[in-house]
């Protein structure tokens, strides 16, 4: 094992128990104010290139791409890297903040994962009707990577978007490197998981909600897949329990693609520019060019 990974250990326990440790200190109407003014941030974000509704998708890119956090995270933090990436390729780009809690502000994608479908749907038709487009394609990084695919599943999402790109998503969940069996050992620890913060308890290798997702196949006709893991991954684990089976899917391990990348879970989405190249290129596979190294400077 690489000795840094020992080092990301303790970050994936955070997310088994940031339910006991995240505790709000505003108040709900403080809180709520906050999390109102994130979001208004993030929405009227034309500043940065992304979140312009005034922008109309080219021939080149007829399709406005939405990219969809991972957990803990928000429609700004996640995208710093990759949403300027897409911009500057003429892309009509969006973010949507989900999975919102009462009295947290900031940290999202914590709500139960089926609700967080119902907002990427709300998300989605409002883009497609100030850009006129017909379909969207999906962009998602871990939780964001796989929650898309309910919405696609049960909520008619199949019919609104040509592409779902994963950058280490959960498709199958996760075992935190066996930690989640911890979760049987300490009575209660999985219904207080459960009730703090549905997504995390959503995520768990086996869930409930895994199980109806998974059930009758990974994918629905008509859409294009694409996930794109690295075996550095320390929250998503097994790395493979990320991979998708079924037509038009194809997964990408990027130490394939470039075997210096040592990238883990969170660079991956966050910085990753040969990511960032493969995704452009699941995202335009007519005009893809290869992925290798040199991509980081591309």
Not at 190 to 196: M, N, P, R
Not at 250 to 263: G, H, M
Request: charged share 15%; glycine share 8%.
């Amino acid at each position: 094992m690489l000795p840094w990974k020992r080092l990301l250990r303790p970050l994936a326990v955070l997310l088994l128990t940031a339910a006991v440790t995240v505790v709000p200190t505003a108040t709900a109407a403080s809180a709520a104010t906050a999390a109102s003014a994130a979001t208004a941030e993030a929405e009227s974000a034309p500043s940065r290139g992304w979140n312009d509704y005034s922008c109309k998708p080219s021939a080149a890119h007829p399709r406005p791409v939405v990219l969809v956090h991972g957990t803990f995270a928000n429609s700004v933090d996640n995208w710093l890297g990759l949403a300027p990436y897409l911009v500057n390729r003429n892309y009509c780009v969006f973010a949507l903040d989900y999975g919102q809690l009462p009295g947290v502000p900031f940290f999202n994608g914590l709500g139960p994962i089926d609700k967080s479908a119902e907002q990427l749907k709300t998300f989605v038709d409002k883009v497609l009707a100030a850009t006129g487009a017909a379909e969207a394609d999906l962009v998602g990084h871990s939780q964001g990577g796989m929650m898309p695919r309910h919405y696609l599943k049960f909520l008619g999402g199949a019919a609104k978007v040509n592409a779902l790109v994963g950058i280490a998503p959960d498709n199958h969940g996760t075992t935190l490197n066996g930690l989640t069996q911890l979760l049987d050992t300490f009575p209660g620890a999985a219904d207080l998981l459960s009730t703090a913060t549905p997504a995390l308890a959503d995520q768990v290798a086996g869930s409930a909600f895994l199980t109806k997702l998974n059930a009758g196949g990974d994918t629905v006709p008509g859409v294009r897949y694409t996930v794109i893991a690295t075996k550095y991954d320390e929250v998503v684990t097994p790395y493979r329990s990320q991979y998708l089976d079924g037509p038009n899917v194809r997964n990408v391990l990027i130490q394939d693609l470039c075997a210096v990348d040592l990238s883990e879970h969170a660079a991956i989405g966050l910085i990753d520019r040969i990511a960032f190249h493969e995704v452009a290129n699941a995202l335009d596979p007519a005009h893809a060019t290869p992925t290798t190294c040199l991509s980081v400077i591309g």
